[in-house]
C-alpha cells in the first residue's frame, strides 16, 4: 500500500505541520479556554509563545508536554516511574501492547518516562470516541497519536482496520518507530485485563498473510500499567450499576468527557510502568500446524501472561483479592493499617456514587474486583 497519502486521515502529524497545526490550535476560543483553567499562573500570550517556538515533536514532548504531565502527576499522585527498560533497546522499534486504566494518562506517561529516560516515544492509537472537539485531534495527533476509526460497521469498519493495520506496519517495519495501542477497545473496567483477539487480527492485516509472520514484524512488547488508585473506579462501579439494571445503558459524549477530566487531575497514588520482554522467541515456538483461531488465541496468551507477571501490586490489591477469593492467603502483603486506610477510601469513592435505587454490596463487589483481579491473574501467571 502507498503510503503517501493513504494515511493522511488518521496519521500523526509530522515537524513540517506544526506551525499550521499550532496556528489552528491558537485560533481555537475552546482550546484557550481549556489552557486557561488548567494553566491558571501562564498568561495566553506566553504560552502561545511557547507553543510556536517548538520545531519538531519530539522537541515539543520533551518539552512542554513533559512538564505538563509531570507537573499533573506530582500533584495527583504519590510517584510515577517505570522500570524493565533493559527489555527497551535504542533504535529498536516495538509495538507496545498494554493493559489500560486510564483514557489519556496511560499513553501519555508512557511517553514522558520514555523521554525522561531517553528513549524515543511511540506513536499512539486513539479512538475516535474520545476526539469531540476539533481542537482534541488537532492536539493529540500533534502528539504522535493517530486516529482509530470507530462507530462504524460492516465493510467500513474492515477497511478502517485494514488502513490502521497497514499504517503500524509501515511505521514499525520501515520507518522504525514504535508504536503503542490498548490490549482492547476501551478499558477493562474490572481489570480483568485481557487482550481481544480482534486486536490481534486487525495487527496482522498489514503485513504477511500468514498470521505469526505478519505479528512476529511488529516485534509486540507487552507493557505492564500499575496504578495504586483508580480516580475513576466509582465512575465504573457505577456503571456496573447502570448496565445491570438497564442493558441498553450507554454513556454519552459528557460522560467520557468527565471520566478523561476525572481520570487526569483524580489521586492515583504511585504508578508503575513496568516494560516487559518482547514475545518473538515465544512466537517462534508456537505449532505451525495449529489454526489461525488458534495461533491468534495462543499469542494473546502470551500477552497477558507476561503483563501479569510484570504488574506492580499494592496492599489494597492484596486485600481486595483476600476479601473476594483469597481467604487471608496474601496477609503479609498488608497490614492492619493498610485496611483500614483502604477502607476509608472504599467508602470515600462509594459516597461519590449518586443513584436512585444504589446497590451498596453489589457497588462494593465491583471495587474489589477492580482491586482484586491484578492479584488473582498474577498468581495464575506466576504458575
Known amino acids: 500500500m502507498e503510503a503517501t497519502n493513504a494515511f493522511d486521515d488518521i496519521r500523526s502529524y509530522r515537524d513540517d505541520e ?99 529516560y531517553g528513549r524515543d516515544t511511540t506513536e499512539i492509537a486513539i479512538g475516535d470516541n474520545l476526539l469531540s472537539y476539533p481542537w482534541i485531534e488537532r492536539f493529540v495527533r500533534l502528539n504522535k497519536s493517530f486516529i482509530v476509526r470507530r462507530g462504524v460497521s460492516g465493510r467500513q469498519m474492515l477497511e478502517n482496520s485494514a488502513l490502521m493495520s497497514h499504517y503500524i506496519h509501515e511505521e514499525v517495519e520501515k520507518h522504525n518507530k514504535s508504536v503503542w495501542i490498548a490490549q482492547r477497545e476501551g478499558r477493562a473496567k474490572d481489570s480483568n485485563d485481557r487482550t481481544q483477539e480482534s486486536v490481534l487480527k486487525m495487527l496482522a492485516m498489514g503485513g504477511d498473510s500468514n498470521f505469526l509472520t505478519s505479528i512476529k514484524s511488529l516485534n509486540i512488547s507487552p507493557l505492564s500499567l500499575s496504578y495504586e488508585y483508580d480516580p475513576c473506579d466509582f465512575l465504573k462501579a457505577k456503571e456496573f450499576q447502570l448496565k445491570r439494571d438497564n442493558p441498553e445503558f450507554k454513556k454519552t459524549e459528557k460522560d467520557d468527557l468527565f471520566n478523561m477530566k476525572t481520570g487526569l487531575f483524580g489521586y492515583k497514588g504511585r504508578i508503575h510502568f513496568q516494560f516487559g520482554k518482547a514475545i518473538n522467541p515465544s512466537i517462534e515456538t508456537i505449532d505451525t500446524s495449529l489454526s489461525r483461531n488458534e495461533q491468534v488465541a495462543t499469542v494473546a496468551h502470551l500477552i497477558d501472561t507476561e503483563i501479569f507477571r510484570n504488574y506492580t501490586l499494592y496492599p489494597g490489591n492484596y486485600i481486595a483479592y483476600d476479601r473476594l477469593w483469597g481467604h487471608g492467603i496474601c496477609g503479609d502483603n498488608y497490614t492492619d493499617n493498610d485496611c483500614e486506610i483502604f477502607d476509608i477510601y472504599l467508602d470515600k469513592q462509594l459516597s461519590k456514587i449518586i443513584l436512585p435505587n444504589k446497590d451498596i454490596p453489589f457497588l462494593t463487589e465491583k471495587f474489589l474486583e477492580m482491586y482484586g483481579y491484578p492479584v488473582k491473574n498474577q498468581l495464575v501467571a506466576s504458575k
Request: glycine share 4%; aromatic share 8%; net charge negative.
Open 18 to 116: 506544526m506551525p499550521r497545526i499550532v496556528d489552528l490550535l491558537l485560533k481555537d476560543p475552546e482550546f484557550k479556554r481549556i489552557i486557561e483553567s488548567v494553566m491558571p499562573t501562564v498568561t495566553w500570550e506566553d504560552f502561545s509563545k511557547k507553543l510556536r517556538s517548538y520545531k519538531t515533536v519530539a522537541a515539543l514532548q520533551a518539552g512542554m508536554i513533559s512538564d505538563f504531565i509531570f507537573d499533573l502527576v506530582g500533584k495527583s499522585s504519590a510517584d510515577a516511574d517505570c522500570s524493565g527498560l533493559e527489555n527497551v533497546i535504542p533504535g529498536t522499534a516495538y509495538t507496545f501492547i498494554s493493559n489500560h486504566r486510564d483514557i489519556v494518562l496511560d499513553s501519555a506517561l508512557l511517553c514522558v518516562l520514555l523521554c525522561k
